[in-house]
Nanobody, 123 residues
């Protein structure tokens, strides 16, 4: 079955960095849209970054220049490097994948979700 298992979250001070990882299994990782969403306390879920099968990336405006999404097809692993973290970015971060092979990942619907990894940023 499909599994997305996130890791790498934690507690950091403002300005710090984290690298989130997502180990994927049960589907053809290389041809799917992959991405990261987050949901902070009392906030709506927000799409943060996506990556196409060809490596094209998309980011929410607030993340541009500080977040980097990448993937290793040989390891079936998705990453999110987060730099210069802000307290308002405290959230559960979720790894996601599309159910089918597709392109134009920023606008796609993501049917597979991981359990999330918590990121807490203190001021």
């Amino acid at each position: 079955q499909v599994q997305l298992v996130e890791s790498g979250g934690g507690s950091v001070q403002a300005g710090g960095s984290l690298r989130l990882s997502c180990a994927a299994s049960g589907f053809t990782f290389s041809n799917r849209c992959m991405g990261w969403f987050r949901q902070g306390p009392g906030k709506e879920r927000e799409k943060v970054a996506t990556i196409d099968s060809d490596g094209s990336t998309g980011y929410v405006d607030s993340a541009k220049g500080r977040f980097t999404i990448s993937k290793d097809n040989a390891k079936n692993t998705l990453y999110l490097q987060i730099d210069s973290l802000k307290p308002e970015e405290t959230a559960m971060y979720y790894c996601v994948a599309t159910i089918v092979s597709t392109r134009g990942c920023w606008t796609r619907t993501y049917g597979y979700w991981g359990q999330g990894t918590q990121v807490t940023v203190s001021s």
